[in-house]
Each structure stands twice: as structure tokens, then as C-alpha cells.
């Protein structure tokens, strides 16, 4: 008994030390996004001064490639989901921006409260993890190939969170009633993570893997 009490501890730190490794590394990346957005605001008068001289010289063509070029650069930075929830809009556009930089497509529709019933943290370690897992997966296809869907809604009082990216490969097994990671015990803990945290909350979760597709579903209470 002491022996598996031991171990049970010593497993729960090593969970503890991977998921907080992996919020810094998402806030990590938070920070990074918005880095972009000041230095980008900062650099508007600048934009603004270069147009007017163009507009002064009567050079149209220079002022088009100019806004061309800018609204190209804007892409980059602006956030491409507004939940109108601050700490999920962070999360999911810093790894919206990490996905489309690896040549990952990503659809996301989200609507949720202000303010919600989990903390911020747990619900970082949620999407984050499921944010990674769909990327690692998309990898090991083909560029063309690789897509990840994102919605998130309320249904009544419950938060509803839906991921699905396409596979490479078939219906993958479960072992031990879990789907096993294949990306190293990191990935492994981030999965356990999840599942307590929705347990903590009451919540639901579903995960299904299918031919060339895997979809994790999350209810949460907030009520």
C-alpha cells in the first residue's frame, strides 16, 4: 500500500510539472502574439507618414503595393477568433497562428460568455492540450491534407468544446480504455490532465477516432 501511494504521488508530480510547463509555454505564446500587435501599432504612424508621401508625389501605384503589403503583414497579427472571452480568444489565436505557420488549416467558430465558471487555468490546460495533440497529428500529413476544426458554443449552461483534425492512418486502439499518445509522455500526461479536469468540474468527454479523423468532445457545467 505505502509502495503505491508512493508511486501515485510521485506520478501526480511529474503530471503537476508537465502541465505547468506546458501553461508557460502557452502564455509563452500568448505573449508573443500580442508582442506582435503593440510593435505593429507602434510602427502605424510611420505607415501613415510613407503613405502621405506618396499621396503628395500622386504615385497610386506605390500607395496600393504599400496597402498590399500592409494588409498582408496585419494577417499575421490580428486576432482571427473574438469569443468574447479574453483568455480563450489568447489561447486559441496564438495556436491558430502556430498551426497556419506550420501550413496546418484551421476553421474555428466560437461564441461563448464574458466570464465563465472554470478557471482560467484549467482551461488553458484544456485547449492547449487539445490545440497541440491536433497539431502533432496534422503533421503527419501531407500539407494539403492537414485541417483542424475548432467550435465552441454554450448548450444551456454548459460550456461545449469540439476539436477535430484529420489522421494519418486508420481507426487508431484503445489500450487500457484510453487512446495512447504517441508523442511521448508529455502528450500522455496532457491527455490524464484533461480528464481530471473535466471530472473536477462535473463535466463530460468524448473522444473518437475514426477512419483519417479524430474528435474530442467536452462539456463543462458553468452553472
Given at each position: 500500500m505505502k509502495k503505491a501511494g508512493f508511486l501515485r504521488r510521485s506520478a501526480d508530480k511529474k503530471l503537476e510539472r508537465c502541465q505547468r510547463e506546458l501553461i508557460q509555454t502557452h502564455f509563452q505564446e500568448v505573449d508573443t502574439m500580442y508582442h506582435q500587435m503593440r510593435g505593429w501599432r507602434h510602427d502605424f504612424?510611420?505607415?501613415?507618414?510613407?503613405?502621405?508621401?506618396?499621396?503628395?508625389?500622386?504615385?497610386?501605384?506605390?500607395?496600393?503595393?504599400?496597402?498590399?503589403?500592409?494588409?498582408?503583414?496585419?494577417?499575421?497579427?490580428?486576432?482571427?477568433?473574438?469569443?468574447?472571452?479574453?483568455?480563450?480568444?489568447?489561447?486559441?489565436?496564438?495556436?491558430?497562428?502556430?498551426?497556419?505557420?506550420?501550413?496546418?488549416?484551421?476553421?474555428?467558430?466560437?461564441?461563448?460568455?464574458?466570464?465563465?465558471?472554470?478557471?482560467?487555468?484549467?482551461?488553458?490546460?484544456?485547449?492547449?492540450?487539445?490545440?497541440?495533440?491536433?497539431?502533432?497529428?496534422?503533421?503527419?500529413?501531407?500539407?494539403?491534407?492537414?485541417?483542424?476544426?475548432?467550435?465552441?458554443?454554450?448548450?444551456?449552461?454548459q460550456l461545449y468544446i469540439h476539436f477535430t483534425n484529420f489522421t494519418a492512418g486508420g481507426k487508431l486502439q484503445k489500450s487500457g480504455g484510453r487512446f495512447a499518445s504517441s508523442k511521448g509522455s508529455g502528450r500522455g500526461y496532457g491527455l490524464i490532465r484533461i480528464d481530471r479536469i473535466v471530472a473536477e468540474n462535473g463535466g463530460y468527454l468524448s473522444r473518437n477516432s475514426e477512419e483519417g479523423a479524430f474528435t474530442t468532445e467536452v462539456l463543462l457545467p458553468q452553472a
Open positions: 504612424r510611420s505607415h501613415i507618414q510613407t503613405m502621405k508621401v506618396y499621396a503628395a508625389e500622386g504615385d497610386l501605384e506605390a500607395i496600393r503595393r504599400y496597402l498590399d503589403a500592409l494588409d498582408t503583414d496585419l494577417a499575421t497579427v490580428e486576432p482571427v477568433v473574438k469569443t468574447g472571452n479574453a483568455m480563450t480568444d489568447a489561447i486559441l489565436n496564438s495556436k491558430i497562428s502556430l498551426a497556419r505557420s506550420r501550413g496546418i488549416q484551421v476553421q474555428a467558430d466560437a461564441q461563448i460568455p464574458y466570464k465563465l465558471k472554470i478557471s482560467e487555468v484549467d482551461l488553458c490546460v484544456i485547449l492547449g492540450n487539445l490545440f497541440d495533440n491536433a497539431i502533432d497529428a496534422s503533421m503527419e500529413l501531407p500539407e494539403e491534407k492537414r485541417l483542424i476544426r475548432v467550435y465552441m458554443d454554450m448548450k444551456g449552461t
